[in-house]
């Protein structure tokens, strides 16, 4: 391990490549945020990083949920994953609970984080709001699962959205906890955001979320989405086709149209909306046209991989076959600077 250009203790693997690590819960749909957010900004590390990508199930369940249903959950969100870019032959894909050391590793951690530390984690502030009715101590010690996830393989590179920045930087930390109490074996993990950091949901005051019913999911059939867009909220000075709007105000187009759609459409809708030559519903259609041109090359690759199930739990069964190869060297090397395994 060396010090970046920043300053940040980083891990090169035996090929000289950063590892990237991610994870995304298998809780519902995938939804467009989800895509913008993470999933098309992990597709750009594919080439030039090592890149491990988890379904992560533990997180999933620290809320409440079927268990009849997770297995299908889980399969939907490896052919989401994989149908929206994570090319297998270029990555590893594989789910949480397969690589026992995730929570092996989260023990350990869990005796160098400080209690005030995880009291303060925004999310989980939120999500005890939330699930008033469920806040279990899985709920408060998510973070330090997450810090075990990424430097179980000693990533480095972390890409997220906006809401899991605080999760990194306490991976971070906890990365330098166990460092200084035990010896360096941890890199300090950075997180790399997209441009679209925070895509809000329909109703233009929350970020998209799978359990605010605010989504858009991205293998969603188009009439469903067009029965969700219709309706959605504008800027709020277009009540009438005449009144001009401001696109800027507008979380059809900040939120979504800036995304998916091509400069010349931008600029016919900025142009349309100021100057009130044309409506909400037709500035949509045109949005709609665009989401379709994005997502319907990814519903038609997640069919392929919906209708070949053998093929999806193969790629899993690899993925977590090669994440345990690394899972268990680095489980034994913190074990090791811990006195838990004799040294020689
Ligand atoms: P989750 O669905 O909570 O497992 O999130 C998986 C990934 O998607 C994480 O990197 C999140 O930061 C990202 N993400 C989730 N919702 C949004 C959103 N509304 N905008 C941008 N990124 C998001
Ligand atoms: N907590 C993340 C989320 O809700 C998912 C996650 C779990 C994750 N482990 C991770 C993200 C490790 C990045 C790295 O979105």
Same mark, same amino acid.
């Given at each position: 391990?060396?010090?970046? @250009? ?50 992560? @199930?533990?997180? *999933? ?35 949480? =609970? ?6 092996? $590793? ?37 973070? +330090?699962?997450? *810090? ?9 590179? +972390? ?25 360096? +074996? ?7 955001? !997209?441009? *679209? ?37 504008? @800027? ?6 005449? @009144? ?36 909400? $519903?037709?500035?949509?259609? #045109? ?5 379709? #041109? ?22 899993? =069964? !690899? ?14 090397? *913190?074990? #090791? ?5 004799? =040294?020689?």
């Amino acid at each position: 391990m060396k010090r970046d @250009d920043k300053g940040y203790l980083t891990y090169w693997n035996d090929e000289g490549k950063i590892r990237v690590f991610s994870g995304i819960q298998p809780s519902g749909e995938l939804h467009i945020g989800n895509l913008l957010g993470a999933i098309s900004n992990w597709v750009t590390f594919l080439d030039d990083y090592e890149c491990i990508f988890c379904i992560v @199930d533990h997180h *999933a369940t620290t809320i409440e949920y079927d268990p009849q249903k997770m297995p299908q959950w889980i399969f939907n969100a490896a052919v989401a994953n994989m149908a929206a870019g994570l090319d297998p032959d270029r990555c590893t894909l594989f789910v949480q =609970s397969e690589v026992p050391e995730h929570t092996e $590793l989260a023990w350990i951690f869990n005796t160098v984080t400080p209690y005030g530390d995880l009291s303060r984690m925004t999310q989980f502030k939120q999500k005890s709001e939330q699930y008033r009715h469920n806040v279990n101590v899985g709920l408060f010690t998510y973070p +330090v699962l997450q *810090a075990a996830d990424i430097l179980l393989y000693k990533a480095s590179a +972390v890409p997220v959205g906006e809401d899991q920045v605080q999760h990194i930087e306490l991976a971070r930390e906890i990365a330098r906890g166990f460092n200084n109490r035990f010896g360096e +074996v941890f890199p300090e993990c950075q997180a790399h955001l !997209t441009q *679209a950091k925070r895509i809000m949901g329909l109703d233009g005051k929350n970020k998209m979320s799978k359990s605010l019913g605010n989504a858009i999911g991205i293998l969603e059939p188009l009439e469903s989405i067009w029965n969700k867009l219709r309706p959605a909220k504008t @800027d709020e000075r277009r009540q009438r086709k005449k @009144d001009p709007g401001n696109p800027e105000e507008c979380n059809i187009y900040t939120s979504y149209h800036c995304y998916f759609s091509p400069e010349k459409d931008l600029e016919w809708v900025r142009k349309g909306c100021t100057q009130a030559a044309m409506g909400c $519903l037709e500035c949509k259609k #045109k949005l709609l046209d665009n989401m379709d #041109k994005l997502l319907s090359p990814i519903r038609k690759k997640a069919q392929k991989y919906k209708d070949d199930p053998e093929f999806v739990y193969d790629v899993l =069964s !690899t993925g977590a076959e090669k994440a345990r190869g690394i899972a268990e060297q680095v489980t034994e090397e *913190a074990k #090791k600077v811990m006195g838990l395994i004799r =040294s020689s």
